[in-house]
């Protein structure tokens, strides 16, 4: 594991999300994956300094619902986003 480099992962593509949850895993990282943004921002407002960053589908159907990516970026501006479609 990398010291300090929890990623917030979201994707509603279940094969998707199982590919870059590996490959991070494999890099040393700990993920905490989620399939819609309204549980991927409760996990995030429960415990916002766990994540280092946040990798994101931009075209989750709730994220575009909740504004999720909006509700948790602002709240640290130093963590790195990654959107993706």
């Known amino acids: 594991m990398v010291p300090g480099k929890l990623l917030l992962l979201v994707d509603d593509e279940m094969l998707i999300a199982h590919t870059l949850e590996d490959a991070l895993l494999e890099a040393g990282f700990e993920i905490r994956t989620f399939h819609d943004g309204v549980s991927a921002?409760?996990?995030?407002?429960a415990s916002p300094e766990a994540f280092r960053a946040l990798l994101t589908d931009i075209r989750l159907p709730t994220a575009v619902r909740t504004g999720s990516t909006l509700r948790i970026v602002p709240a640290?501006?130093?963590?790195p986003l990654r959107l993706s479609t």
């Open 41 to 45: 921002v409760q996990a995030f407002e």
């Open 76 to 79: 640290n501006s130093r963590r």
